[in-house]
């Protein structure tokens, strides 16, 4: 008897510690797998130099312009791509009148924190018109966002996505790069779709070549500029319908 309670014992330590062994093996994968991401360029990182109209507090970088409107974007990056990329994108958006809230996302990815824009627009309150935006995996977070929540904002910017969730297409802005076919062959709507020739998938941000992507014909300025012009003319429009 005492005999077949040791080797119960010992069974169950041998799976605890195969339990264990497997939670670390798992961990550490994760952590290896978070870890490998986009770095910002250089460009990028010289606008969080520059830090004009700009603040970082806690996970959020604000851009602001030197006269605040009442509208703001609420920006979500790409899957592990470095949130400080997207800076040069939004600091033109900042040029244009629009605030913009940049979200440094857990682990670099939207994925672990969607509704991060309900936070944000509760710790602004001063802002009554919110678009809430995002790059690839970004953008599918965003959208699932206003799917959520449609009475929350007032229109949704997806960059290098598409839809994720039922949310009006009349309501969304969809830009996307003419290389970039994986997104191409994914819209299934034509209501506010800006495809700019030229462009590929990682060029909305600046963190380099990305895996997989085409070569763009065009610069990351360029496409970024036909962004920001789509961006604004979206929101000008839907503000003075």
């Not at 069974?11 to 497997?22: E, P, S, T």
């Not at 093996?25 to 969080?48: C, H, Q």
């Not at 006269?67 to 790409?78: H, K, L, N, Q, R």
Request: charged share 20%; net charge negative; with cysteine.
């Amino acid at each position: 008897m005492k005999q077949e309670k040791t080797t119960k014992k010992s069974r169950l330590l041998r799976g605890l510690g195969i339990l264990a062994a497997v939670v670390v093996l798992l961990a550490g994968a994760f952590f290896w797998y978070v870890s490998d991401y986009y770095r910002a360029e250089d460009v990028a990182l010289a606008v969080a130099e520059n830090g004009s109209g700009l603040t970082v507090e806690d996970n959020l970088t604000v851009l602001a312009p030197s006269v605040p409107g009442d509208t703001a974007v609420v920006f979500y990056p790409g899957a592990k791509v470095e949130a400080e990329a997207y800076l040069p994108l939004l600091d033109k958006l900042r040029q244009n009148g629009l605030t913009c809230i940049l979200v440094d996302m857990p682990f670099h990815m939207a994925i672990f924190d969607a509704d991060a824009a309900g936070d944000v627009m509760a710790r602004f309150p001063q802002y009554s018109h919110w678009y809430i935006a995002g790059h690839s995996m970004g953008g599918a977070m965003a959208s699932q966002f206003a799917a959520d929540h449609p009475e929350s904002v007032d229109g949704l910017i997806l960059l290098g996505a598409y839809m994720y969730g039922d949310y009006p297409p009349a309501d969304t802005l969809t830009v996307y790069g003419s290389l970039n076919q994986s997104v191409e062959d994914k819209l299934d709507y034509t209501e506010n779709v800006v495809e700019i020739q030229g462009g590929n998938h990682a060029q909305f941000g600046n963190y380099g070549p990305q895996k997989g992507d085409a070569v763009a014909t065009i610069s990351a300025e360029e496409q970024q500029a036909q962004t920001v012009e789509a961006i604004v003319n979206f929101v000008e429009q839907r503000q003075t319908a």
